[in-house]
């Protein structure tokens, strides 16, 4: 059964006011009747759902006054004048201000009924546009989500339909494709956007110290322990904890985190205590979990416990038409936070966009694109100036050779071990390597959206 549609009626003509409250009652609305302007406006909210019926002439503050004060909080809101035939010259001036109607008295109760119908449903087309127009800006926020490829649409699709469900999820994607932003995207559009949404990088923490982060200790629960340390699991209760790379998690670890996905529970280090705790896991892996050739150590049973929903991110090579869209974006949000104009497109950059493989995905044509504003020739291949026609075999492989380490820095956001183990190489040969090409690794490093 729908909820009847409010409506604000102001009258200090309490017999009046009572009639005219039946009236619309009758004909299917939720009244709520004042005697006088000010009590509405102490009552009414700012995105009151209905459409406003006061009558003119009262008393401390009149219907016109009262109409002003509404407009100035939201010039959307429907405001219907009741009016004596001496008050329509007023009404009309008011209507020319933005009042939606006025009646004149005495009125048809039908009269009435019909043009509060007609507001009614304005305000609801106004609200929901803007509930609507949020929605998109909340989206727009999510930039590895901008597309418009089939591919990207479906994804969109996919997470709108779970985003409100309690389902664990396991997010597959290459570095830099977004796997972060889907999982905060599922935490905003659900129920939980009021908890904490709390990420730990599985690959990022040693063996010794990743138990602590997840579960927490007790003061004393090894050395080191000075006090106790909320986990982020039990931080996390409430809201969504993002485990990335989790196909990095130790074993032990692993064996841990099965029970609390299947008993929503933990045990502090250094302690007996066991608390509930009421999170979504969204989990995220750069490998395939589900091929066993691939999967490693990783528990079997894990992943299929995390398997509830998997989502698949997109490489952006899959979706070539979304990335003069996304670098137009890009480039217009590097050029506003390095106040610079957006430069025209240069065939160095347009073949390269068009051409380049994109192995570290979203992230690296985001790079790409602050490079392009600060006017380092694009970065990537554009970067790296044209050698002559007559270079020889040698300088022509130590261009190569510039383009891949670029490259690989791009991918991993200027993180040396990611991109030693991405490249192959030793620890100092690739320093020496950066000093040889004179490649400044701190340009590639990822930057804090502002």
């Known amino acids: 059964m729908e909820t009847p549609t409010p409506v604000a009626l102001i009258d200090d003509d309490e017999d009046l006011r009572r009639a005219t409250a039946q009236t619309l009652e009758l004909a299917g609305f939720s009244v709520s009747a004042y005697d006088g302007a000010k009590a509405a406006l102490a009552d009414l909210p700012a995105d009151f759902a209905g459409p406003v019926v006061t009558d003119i002439r009262m008393p401390e503050i009149d219907g016109l006054q009262l109409f002003a004060t ?5 010039a959307d809101l429907p405001v219907i004048l009741m009016t004596g035939h001496g008050d329509i010259p007023m009404a009309v001036q008011a209507i020319q201000d933005g009042a939606y109607d006025f009646i004149a008295k005495p009125f048809a109760a039908d009269r009435l009924v019909q043009s509060v119908r007609r507001a009614s449903e304005k305000r609801r087309l106004v609200l929901e546009n803007r509930m609507l127009r949020k929605a998109a800006e909340d989206a727009q926020e999510n930039l590895p989500l901008i597309g418009q490829t089939p591919v990207m649409e479906n994804l969109r699709n996919i997470l709108r339909h779970i985003a409100d469900t309690d389902v664990d999820v396991l997010v597959a994607g290459e570095t830099g494709s977004g796997k972060e932003v889907v999982a905060q995207i599922l935490h905003q559009w659900s129920h939980r956007r009021k908890g904490n949404f709390v990420a730990l990088n599985c690959g990022a923490l040693p063996e010794t110290v990743i138990e602590s982060e997840l579960f ?3 003061a004393g629960a090894f050395t080191g322990a000075q006090k106790r340390r909320t986990g982020r699991i039990e931080h996390a209760s409430g809201g969504t904890l993002f485990l990335d ?5 130790p074993a032990a670890t692993q064996v841990k985190m099965l ?6 529970e933990i ?7 066991v608390r509930p705790v009421d999170l979504r896991v969204v989990a995220a892996a750069k490998i395939d979990l589900g091929d066993p050739s691939v999967r490693g150590d990783f528990r079997e049973d894990l992943y299929y416990r995390l398997n509830v929903v998997t989502i698949s ?3 952006l090579r899959e979706r070539r038409d979304d990335i003069p869209l996304l670098f137009s974006h890009f480039a217009a949000r590097a050029a506003e936070r390095f106040r610079r104009d957006v430069p025209p497109l240069s065939p160095d950059v347009r073949q390269h966009l068009a051409s380049h493989t994109w192995p ?3 992230r690296e044509l985001s790079h790409y694109a602050e490079r392009v504003v600060l006017g380092v020739e694009g970065g990537g291949t554009a970067a790296v100036p044209p050698q002559p026609t007559d270079a020889t075999l040698p300088e022509r492989l130590e261009r190569y050779e510039a383009e891949i380490i670029r490259d690989a820095l791009s991918a991993n956001d200027g993180d040396v071990r990611r991109t030693i183990e991405a490249l192959g190489i030793p620890r100092k040969t690739f320093y020496d390597k950066l000093q040889r090409h004179g490649i400044n690794r701190g340009g590639f490093t990822a930057r804090k959206s502002r």
């Open 216 to 218: 927490g200790h007790e």
């Open 313 to 315: 991110i997109p490489p």
């Open 267 to 273: 045990t502090p280090l250094g302690t007996n205590e």
């Open 360 to 362: 570290g995905n979203v």
């Open 259 to 264: 029970r609390v996905l299947e008993m929503r």
């Open 245 to 249: 790379e989790i196909e990095s998690m």
């Open 70 to 74: 509404l407009q100035s909080v939201d």
